[in-house]
């Protein structure tokens, strides 16, 4: 499930402020939205759309000191299209490289578990064991890995990549 940016928002604006930032979005809404909407699925361009108007309200002092306002929302909007392009990279390479991966390597049965498990251990490090190990044989989620180790889900994500590839060149391209 998504986690929307409008959840996290708790600015507090002046009746200034607030005036501004309803002007801004009445003048440019249905711009930013038709522009999302050209490049994005409809409900991720309106989400973009929405998303530029939170940042707009958590940065509401810089934006009204801004000489060309409608230009800050257009780049933000510019910025976070990039940014939604980048990450559905990035998770289009994950299930790919998981879904080959999937392809060499069988989930491993109770009979030559033990088998695996030295086969496996023989070849990474003991860091890398472990992460392999509470990953596919205790079934926690990366995520909640990220937390207990207290790093970036992304950085968990980039090793069992690596753990990944280790494996598949010791045990089918070595």
Not at 52 to 64: H, Q, S, T
Not at 99 to 121: F, G, H, R
Not at 126 to 136: A, D, F, I
Request: aromatic fraction near 10%; hydrophobic fraction near 40%; proline fraction near 5%.
């Amino acid at each position: 499930m998504k986690k929307s940016r409008q959840t996290d928002i708790k600015v507090s604006l002046t009746a200034e402020q607030a005036a501004f930032l309803t002007d801004l979005c009445q003048a440019h809404y249905r711009g930013l939205y038709t522009y999302a909407r050209s490049l994005l699925p409809p409900d991720e361009a309106e989400d973009l759309v929405q998303d530029v108007f939170v940042l707009a309200a958590e940065r509401i002092e810089k934006l009204m000191k801004s000489p060309s306002p409608d230009g800050w929302l257009a780049k933000a909007l510019r910025f976070l299209v990039i940014n939604w392009y980048e990450r559905k990279s990035v998770r289009k390479q994950r299930d790919v490289e998981i879904s080959e991966l999937e392809a060499y390597i069988p989930a491993p049965d109770e009979l030559d578990n033990i088998d695996v498990m030295t086969s496996v251990q023989a070849v990474l490090s003991p860091e890398e064991y472990k992460l392999y190990y509470r990953v596919y044989y205790e079934g926690a989620s990366m995520t909640a890995l990220a937390k207990e180790m207290n790093k970036a889900p992304a950085t968990i994500w980039k090793k069992m990549e690596r753990i990944r590839k280790h494996l598949t060149k010791a045990f089918f391209l070595g």
